[in-house]
């Protein structure tokens, strides 16, 4: 099992950044898939940003292409997602979840096992 925590959430302004961290506790995540969702109000979640296991490959949803930066360091056991340029449409709670895998990426919510609790962005306009 693994277990996730998400922080760094808060209450800013647009266009300000902010920064996510997902730590990783119980197992090593340096074989994992990770990646950051997110769920606005009355919203459904969708997915934000993936990383691959070993960090070399990336991908974003079009929404936060060029704004929102997926990194990780796994001597840490943590992955980071830097927003810059926040605007109000950002504001959700941000998950982040991780699946076994080795090389890919993924951008669909059944294709990862462990999620965390969220951490809520709030940006005001």
């Known amino acids: 099992q693994v277990q996730l925590v998400e922080s760094g959430g808060g209450l800013v302004q647009a266009g300000d950044p902010l920064r996510l961290s997902c730590t990783a506790y119980r197992r090593t995540i340096e074989n994992y898939a990770m990646a950051w969702f997110r769920q606005g109000p009355g919203k459904e979640r969708e997915f934000v940003a993936t990383?691959?296991?070993?960090?070399?490959?990336?991908y974003y949803a079009d929404s936060v292409k060029g704004r929102f930066t997926i990194s990780r360091d796994n001597a840490r056991n943590t992955v980071h997602l830097q927003m810059n340029s926040l605007k109000p449409e950002d504001t959700a709670k941000y998950y982040c979840a991780a699946r076994l895998d080795y090389g890919d990426t993924y951008s669909r919510i059944d294709e990862y096992v462990y999620w965390g609790q969220g951490t809520q962005v709030t940006v005001s306009s």
């Open positions: 990383i691959n296991d070993s960090g070399k490959t990336t």
